[in-house]
């Protein structure tokens, strides 16, 4: 099947640090990738959808410019938490969709943020 | 608004069967998907529902009914390994997946 790949997996930084997540698809073009974003014990929230080449589409109450999305190519999307608190620290999935495949998204394997 | 509706948790025994129920309100419907997540982990796809109806996949099964709003994930033989975190999940008109809460199910031997 279609992989995935997340980096970094865990990370901790300060609190006011800016934090790059990378989601790579490694063995197809992902045309859509999502991020999500899931606290302990509860379900993924969609925070924002992304097509190459063109901006994300941020849900409602999701702030653009704290949670920068690049998703640069067919293969790479990025999102930046900029000036990271400590109600930021959650667990970070993204996932991916290629447009020959309409239906069925490939998730990654998440990244664990703690922001002290 | 959207709601996708699952018991939160779920207990059973190595050997059994359970049957996970999902209800659901979207703004439309494009699909249902079925996904096992073990803690800290990524979500695993397990099953795509669009038309009424059950689809078997090995031990697991999914049924749908549009017209109720409904569709329940069904596992047999049930196994150690099969303790985790199942979401329910529903693709609407703007092609977005909506998750439900999840079920954590926990077997015991």
């Known amino acids: 099947g279609a992989v995935v790949s997340q980096h970094p997996s865990r990370v901790i930084c300060k609190s006011g640090t800016s934090v790059k997540i990378e989601c790579r698809s490694l063995d197809f073009q992902a045309t859509t990738m999502f991020w999500y974003r899931q606290f302990p014990k509860k379900s993924l929230m969609l925070m924002a959808t992304?097509?190459?080449?063109?901006?994300?589409?941020?849900e409602q109450g999701v702030e653009k410019d704290k949670f920068l999305i690049n998703h640069a190519s067919l293969t790479l999307s990025t999102l930046t938490v900029t000036s990271a608190h400590p109600e930021d620290s959650s667990f970070y999935i993204c996932s991916a969709r290629s447009s020959g495949s309409k239906y069925e998204q490939f998730f990654g394997p998440g990244t664990r943020l703690t922001v002290l | 608004g959207q709601n996708i509706d699952q018991p939160t948790e779920m207990t059973a025994t190595e050997g059994a069967i359970v049957q996970i129920n999902c209800t659901y309100q979207t703004s439309g419907f494009n699909g249902l998907f079925w996904y096992q997540q073990h803690a800290g982990e990524a979500p695993t796809f397990l099953s795509y529902?669009?038309?009424?109806g059950l689809e078997e996949k090995g031990r697991f099964s999914s049924f749908l009914s549009r017209s109720k709003g409904y569709s329940y994930l069904l596992l047999k033989e049930l196994q150690m390994k099969d303790s985790a975190s199942y979401l329910c999940?529903?693709?609407?008109?703007?092609?977005?997946?909506?998750f439900g809460t999840g079920t954590r199910l926990q077997v015991f031997p």
């Open positions: 529902n669009v038309l009424d």
């Open positions: 992304s097509n190459e080449g063109s901006k994300a589409t941020y």
């Open positions: 999940a529903v693709r609407n008109n703007t092609d977005k997946l909506i």
